[in-house]
């Protein structure tokens, strides 16, 4: 029996048309367009409408990576979304949601929480099912509506974050140049306070109280993440790269998640990466989690600059605190 391999067919994503612009922010807290660009590279980001939901947007990055993948819905037969603002904490699944709204029933489908690193996690465990022989064509999505976590009233978060979705169908393929070649995702609970939502949880059960604390906010030691953001991901890129012997300039494009302008700049020439190898949406959609990353994808994709057989970089972190990178031949069809 020849040997399968696990490979990124399509990509597809869904930004929420309602723009939220750091002039915007300056009436809501005090902060300034100014230092946002400076400290962030943000301009504006998205943010849903009060009844469009995370599975909404998931569901609408899925309709596009599968017709892009030219697969039937039926022959998908894992969903796998992650996300750390699920419709519902904790159950059902936001990916049995999903799965419904596509109207795909009985199908494997589940949520991962990696926080921002979700989507490069769930690659990772699509890689593993279809090499496995388990599974044939595995739905990946990243979907957050993290607007729903955000206290507007906090200066240090509300400027970073923003809503939607991106998704991406793997299948199984005998062609080893068409093959992701590589996915290292780790982390490192000591950290596990820098990023917390506290409530509703376990420790924090939802109460009055605890949303009279704000507990449902998310909360970030930012500066310090910051400082280990950008030592983790350089040495992560620089660890899959040698394990594969791969240089940077061999890297067609460099896709990093889009937490901070000043993170991307610093990995970047520490790596060596030139302008041009560097995909950037940061800008536009701020910091969108685990959806960061297939957006980003997407973007590329549509404005026609990803080609087939490309090799792409991804490169992630988040709370946990997790991170991950990934090696990644586009084995679909270039846009146009
Ligand atoms: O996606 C998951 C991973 N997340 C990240 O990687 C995010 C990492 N962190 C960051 O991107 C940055 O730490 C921030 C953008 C959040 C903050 O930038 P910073 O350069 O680390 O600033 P800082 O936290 O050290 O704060 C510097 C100053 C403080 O004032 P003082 O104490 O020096 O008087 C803050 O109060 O900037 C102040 N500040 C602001 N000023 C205007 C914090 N937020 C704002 C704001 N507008 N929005």
């Not at 596509?102 to 090499?131: M, P």
Request: proline share 3%; glycine share 8%.
């Amino acid at each position: 029996m020849s040997q399968v391999y696990a490979a990124f067919k399509s990509i597809g994503a869904y930004a929420p048309k309602n723009v939220l612009t750091n002039q915007d922010l300056e009436k809501m807290v005090d902060t300034s367009n100014e230092w946002i660009i400076k400290r962030t590279g943000i301009k504006e980001r998205r943010i849903a409408d009060k009844d469009e939901v995370t599975s909404d947007m998931g569901a609408k990055a899925s309709e596009l990576a599968i017709k892009r993948a030219q697969i039937k819905k039926e022959e998908i037969d894992l969903i796998l979304c992650a996300t750390v603002t699920p419709d519902y904490f904790n159950m059902p699944s936001t990916a049995c949601i999903i799965a419904n709204k596509l109207g795909i029933a009985n199908v494997q489908a589940f949520d991962i929480s990696a926080a921002c690193s979700g989507f490069v996690y769930a690659l990772s465990i699509a890689k593993a099912f279809v090499e496995s022989g388990m599974k044939k064509n595995v739905l990946v999505i990243g979907a957050e509506k993290f607007s729903s976590i955000v206290d507007y009233t906090d200066r240090t978060t509300c400027i970073l974050f923003g809503d939607g979705a991106g998704a991406a169908i793997i299948s199984a393929t005998s062609d080893k140049e068409e093959a992701i070649i590589d996915i290292n995702a780790s982390a490192n609970g000591a950290y596990w306070d820098y990023l917390i939502t506290p409530s509703p949880g376990s420790v924090n059960p939802a109460s009055k109280e605890a949303i009279e604390q704000g507990l449902q906010y998310v909360k970030m030691r930012g500066n310090e993440t910051f400082k280990l953001a950008v030592k983790t991901l350089t040495q992560d890129v620089k660890d899959i790269l040698e394990k594969n012997s791969i240089k940077a300039n061999e890297i067609d494009h460099f896709i990093p998640h889009q937490a901070n302008y000043r993170i991307i700049k610093a990995v970047g020439d520490a790596l060596g990466m030139s302008e041009e190898q560097v995909v950037l949406t940061i800008h536009k959609y701020g910091n969108t989690s685990a959806a960061s990353i297939p957006m980003a994808i997407n973007e590329l994709y549509e404005s026609g600059g990803l080609k087939y057989k490309e090799l792409m970089l991804l490169d992630t972190f988040g709370g946990g605190l997790t991170w991950a990178s990934a090696l990644i031949p586009f084995a679909g069809k270039a846009n146009g």
